[in-house]
DNA sequence: CAGCATCCGAGAAGATACTG
DNA sequence: CAGTATCTTCTCGGATGCTG
């Protein structure tokens, strides 16, 4: 029983869920969907936005959601270039369920990061 | 705005969360919780039922997991070593939290992985 | 403004052998 | 059974410079 999984296949080394898995759950991966989720958002945008991300990451990332048919991205021929970055439908679903997990670690993150935590109440 | 999320610190750089979410996003730390989450499991158990982790990425997960007051080790002093891991109430959490994301990755595994989306080349 | 190519170091991750 | 120790490999990711 896997309980809850659909099938709890990705338990198994080779199955496809690991990597798609991977992308949305890797260290940009996450913040540039979570980001993107209150609307579109230009590469400059995202660049300021996501402290401490580098340009190269932030392409990849991009570039990897994009093939993945999460993130949409809009070029628009203007000559100083303009480029938006949305979340596509499947974009949203993974996005929302990323988001409950981002707002625990910043809940939690206070709790661990210092030394006691005195369950008290 | 953040939206939904508590402060949106994630996107400072130096915002404690980010090790936090980075550690139960990691490759093995989801496939740990998840495989938790229905019960206690045994060392072997866990080696067995993640495929492809090995032992010493194994240990080190569960030991940052017990360390972040996520798992718990309970080792029993018989004659053949008998330890068992399984969730605190903030592993269960995060685990939950964790939970939908992963069917999300399995469902959509199937679309990603072999489906004729790619325009042409 | 929006990206890509390249080089490079640090740490992640894997395999295997060994131990209590 | 439940790990640790060690060695090697590989990917991630940062800094920089170039282009349209």
């Known amino acids: 029983m896997t309980g809850g999984l659909p099938k709890g296949e990705v338990f198994s080394a ?4 690991r990597r798609l898995l991977g992308e949305v759950t890797s260290k940009w991966g ?17 660049l300021r936005r996501i402290g ?8 990849r990332t991009l570039r990897s959601f994009e093939a993945e048919g999460l993130v949409l991205r809009d070029a628009r021929p203007v000559v100083p270039p303009h480029v938006e970055y949305s979340l596509t439908e499947a974009g949203h679903e993974v996005t929302a369920r990323l988001v409950p997990l981002v707002a625990w670690a910043e809940e939690h993150a206070v709790r661990t990061s210092g030394a006691g935590d005195r369950a008290h109440g």
Request: proline content about 7%; overall charge negative; charged content about 25%.
């Open 14 to 17: 080779d199955c496809p869920s």
């Open 30 to 46: 996450v913040l540039v969907l979570v980001a993107l989720r209150e609307g579109p958002l230009r590469w400059s945008e995202l």
């Open 52 to 59: 401490g991300v580098s340009e190269k990451m932030l392409a």
